[in-house]
Antibody, heavy 120, light 112 residues
Framework: EVQLVESGGGLVQPGRSLRLSCAASGFSFHDCDYAMHWVRQSPGKGLEWVAGIFCISGSTGYRDSVKGRFTISRDNAKNSLYLQMNSLRGEDTALYYC???????????WGQGTTVTVSS | DAVLTQSPLTLPVTLGQPASISCRSS???????????LNWFQQRPGQSPRRLIYKVSDRDSGVPDRFSGSGSGTDFTLQISRVEAEDAAVYYC?????????FGQGTKLEIK
């Protein structure tokens, strides 16, 4: 069974940085055929795609509001996905989920999420 | 970006009755490979989203067959044939055809 466990969230001041991690079990990044993603959910709000990375090519994509501030990456040897978040803003406050896209077209497995709170 | 608009935003349903949620996209979600990557997710309170439907009408493993998806192009529907208590949740559509992937606002299904 594929399981994803996010970590690294916390309370951080505006303008500071945070690095989120997503550890996978029951699933090898070496066997990842398509992509992996970060999706966030602000308190009481809906879901918002943040960033994605294609497993084979390593190509990445970001939503406009985080371009230039966030970087998605993966480490196949550690079976982990990361999200480096710099210059954090209040509007980045959310529960951040990682998810797999083992076949094209949608996130099939999600983690439990890690909470990021940006506040002074 | 493809904007997905769901309706209704709140759906009160009596146990055992059917339910239907609409999702309309501002642009076609048909990809150049001919597939339409429209997904439906269920999010129960305090839980992560769970995918129910992918490619418009394919059910994920373990999803009860009372859930079904339909539609094409820009108009899609999630139907529940007979609502059960465990179906109380927020339902989201999501297009997985074009980055950035986008979600509908969510529909809260309430049991009357």
């Amino acid at each position: 069974e594929v399981q994803l466990v996010e970590s690294g969230g916390g309370l951080v001041q505006p303008g500071r940085s945070l690095r989120l991690s997503c550890a996978a079990s029951g699933f090898s990044f070496h066997d990842c055929d398509y992509a992996m993603h970060w999706v966030r959910q602000s308190p009481g709000k809906g879901l918002e795609w943040v960033a994605g990375i294609f497993c084979i090519s390593g190509s990445t994509g970001y939503r406009d509001s985080v371009k230039g501030r966030f970087t998605i990456s993966r480490d196949n040897a550690k079976n982990s996905l990361y999200l480096q978040m710099n210059s954090l803003r209040g509007e980045d406050t959310a529960l951040y989920y990682c998810g797999t896209e083992r076949q094209p077209g949608g996130l099939d497995v999600w983690g439990q999420g890690t909470t990021v709170t940006v506040s002074s | 970006d493809a904007v997905l608009t769901q309706s209704p935003l709140t759906l009160p349903v009596t146990l055992g009755q059917p339910a239907s949620i609409s999702c309309r996209s501002s642009q076609s979600v048909v990809l150049s490979d001919g597939n339409t990557y429209l997904n439906w997710f269920q999010q129960r309170p305090g839980q992560s989203p769970r995918r129910l439907i992918y490619k418009v009408s394919d059910r994920d493993s373990g999803v009860p067959d009372r859930f079904s998806g339909s539609g094409s192009g820009t108009d899609f529907t999630l139907q529940i044939s007979r609502v059960e208590a465990e179906d109380a949740a927020v339902y989201y559509c999501m297009q997985g055809s074009h980055w950035p992937y986008t979600f509908g606002q969510g529909t809260k299904l309430e049991i009357k």
